[in-house]
């Protein structure tokens, strides 16, 4: 080995041992170091405020305690368009109280159970919860200016908050877990329920009489005027019955099961037939009439949720009249007074009274909403006040020897619209 070579072998040696130590030191350093503290103002400061005394060992926690205003108002519900149409409430936004602590400072302020707060100090109040956040943003001592709404009126008062009572903290024992829990089972809804809403309807009656002794044999066969009673065939017993209209009001609301409401019904038919008298054409008229009216006392219920089923009677009374006149053509006006002076022209009336009692059932049917139709079945009896007709002359009132027994009785049917009352 030449001095040259053992040279440059001896400097690599060294070189290499020099980097194992500075690698040695380095980690030795970052291994053992310790930590740097800040100089300067900003370092002090900071060092102050690190080491002012804190215990590590402990926690500092801010006890002081929050109070929060009292009211003494119980809310329900949140008020809703049904609710405010009850109470005349011409908005929908607003705290509806449902009840007051007696004492508390709501009841101090005159505040009342169904009253709606609409405006708490500069606050537009929208629905019970809004009402209570924007209470809690006050502290108990403060006076508040109140707006709200009772019995259609906008009042105005203030009230001063009270502090909470405090609450009480009742230690409890671990639950039970194999107690016996009773769940509330949902009510079926009932298909019958008691009803006193009221009702208006518009009545177009079918009467069919028992006794046709006036409509056939004295009318048609002595008096020469066709059957009121059109298709009547006496053998057959086949024959159609009498249309009237009738209306009926029965009010809603009423105190105790029974409703009453007050109904009326009438009609009248016209028959003619041609005549000769003194040479002369005339036509004679004979117009009979029905007209009846009286009371109403009915039970009502609700059957489905909606359809309204009655029964009940009607007391009142029925007359029914016969007017005879006759008349021929008219040229001129003048006319008139010639021929009511003739004794070729004549008027007669008579009629015959009742005590009516109607029996029936109803049954009133929605199609829109409250309107809908009403179907009702019936029977009347009339018991007359007199054995016969009556005819009002200028003389009075006189009875008509030999009337027919035209006694009142038959079954009716009839139909129309109806609206609820609510």
């Given amino acids: 080995m030449n001095i040259t070579n053992y040279k440059i072998k001896r400097a690599t040696t060294n070189f290499i041992f020099l980097l194992i130590l500075a690698w040695f030191l380095f980690v030795t350093r970052v291994l053992f170091a310790q930590p740097e503290i800040l100089t300067g103002n900003m370092g002090k400061a900071l060092q102050e405020e690190l080491l002012s005394g804190i215990n590590p060992d402990t926690i500092r926690i801010d006890t002081e305690k929050v109070i929060k205003p009292y009211l003494g108002i119980v809310f329900g519900r949140d008020l809703d368009f049904e609710k405010a149409m009850d109470l005349h409430y011409p908005y929908t936004y607003g705290a509806y109280i449902n009840e007051i602590d007696k004492g508390g400072p709501a009841d101090r302020a005159g505040l009342q159970e169904g009253d709606i707060i609409t405006r708490f100090g500069n606050d537009k109040i929208r629905y019970n919860e809004h009402f209570i956040r924007i209470v ?95 298709g009547r065939r006496m053998n057959d017993k086949n024959y159609s019955g009498l249309n009237m209209n009738g209306f009926h009001l029965k009010p809603g609301e009423q105190d105790g099961s029974i409703n009453w409401g007050i109904f009326w019904a009438s009609n009248n038919w016209n028959r003619q037939k041609p005549i000769t008298y003194n040479s002369e054409d005339f036509t004679r008229n004979m117009v009979h009439s029905i007209n009846y009216w009286g009371l109403t006392l009915d039970k009502q219920i609700t059957i489905f949720n909606h359809v309204l089923l009655s029964a009940g009677v009607l007391a009142g009374r029925l007359t029914s009249g016969l007017e005879f006149y006759q008349t021929e053509s008219l040229d001129s006006w003048n006319d008139i007074g010639v021929q009511l002076s003739s004794n070729e022209q004549n008027y007669l009336s008579v009629e015959k009274k009742y005590l009516l009692v109607q029996p029936n059932v109803s049954l009133m049917i929605p199609v829109l909403g409250d309107i809908g139709i009403q179907v009702k079945l019936g029977y009347f009896y009339g018991i007359p006040q007199s054995n016969g007709w009556k005819v009002t002359s ?29």
């Fill in 136 to 230: 809690e943003n006050y502290n108990a001592g403060d006076i508040v200016p109140v707006i709200l709404f009772r019995e259609e009126n906008i009042m105005k008062t203030s009230i001063t908050l009270d502090a909470a009572p405090e609450q009480k903290y009742v230690e409890l024992d671990e639950p039970d877990f194999t107690m016996e829990l009773n769940f509330p089972t949902k009510k079926k809804p009932h298909l019958v329920e008691s009803s006193q809403a009221g009702i208006i309807a518009w009545d177009f009656i079918f009467y069919a009489p028992d006794n046709l002794e006036l409509y056939d044999d004295f009318l048609s066969t002595q008096l020469g005027y066709s059957s009121l009673l059109e």
């Fill in 394 to 422: 200028l003389d009075g009132e006189k009875s008509v020897i030999d009337s027919p027994n035209s006694s009142v009785g038959g079954y009716t049917v009839s139909i129309g619209p109806a609206i609820i009352l609510k």
